[in-house]
């Protein structure tokens, strides 16, 4: 290959490296982006099957989970919680409460609340009824309860038919949103 068509190859290597680092991190960083829906719509699908978390909170995290529950689940829309405590708590429970521990290593060590099974005693929070989530499962499931759920106040008519659907009868019970 000739010098001068080389030397105009790797001249134009950087400009399409350029541009390809430009779209990709537009893409990345485009608000609604679908790879933001998906993360949302894992947790979402986490938070309601593969956790069950809405036996207890209920499909809107509003508390008012199933009539078989062991009851006084915390109003996820009502929480102040960030995303760090969201984490500890959906990771390790709630030592003497119903709240179970998603990890299934915790109270092993001192990674949930800086104590051990040992150290807890009867006080250990029980194992999910449901799985146990690995560390991305339970950090997704807490975005999407920043996303969605915590600070939405009372549930609306709209969001009910967002969530189970248009045809839903009880969605006709919550309020129309402002």
């Known amino acids: 290959m000739p010098e001068t068509t080389m030397a105009l190859q790797r001249a134009r290597w950087p400009l399409h490296h350029a541009v390809l680092l430009t779209v990709l991190a537009g893409l990345a960083a485009a608000p609604g982006s679908a790879a ?3 993360d949302f719509a894992g947790g979402r699908r986490i938070f309601l099957e593969k956790a069950d978390c809405a036996y207890c909170h209920g499909w809107a995290g509003d508390g008012a989970g199933q009539g078989q529950s062991p009851g006084g689940a915390a109003n996820l829309r009502q929480s102040r919680l960030n995303r760090e405590s969201l984490i500890m708590v959906i990771s390790c429970g709630i030592p003497g409460r119903a709240m179970p521990h998603f990890d299934d290593q915790a109270y092993t060590d001192k990674r949930c609340y800086g104590m051990t099974a040992a150290e807890f005693g ?14 991305r499962e339970v950090e997704i499931v807490a975005d999407y309860l920043l996303a969605k759920v915590i600070g939405r106040g009372s549930i609306t008519r709209e969001e009910c038919e967002e969530k189970l659907g248009p045809r839903v009868r ?5 309020p129309a949103a402002p």
């Not at 009867?122 to 560390?135: E, G, H, M, W, Y």
């Not at 009880?170 to 919550?174: A, D, K, T, V, W």
């Open 36 to 38: 933001a829906d998906d």
């Open 170 to 174: 009880s969605c006709g019970e919550y």
């Open 122 to 135: 009867d006080k250990v929070p029980p194992f999910p009824p449901s799985t146990a989530l690995p560390r």
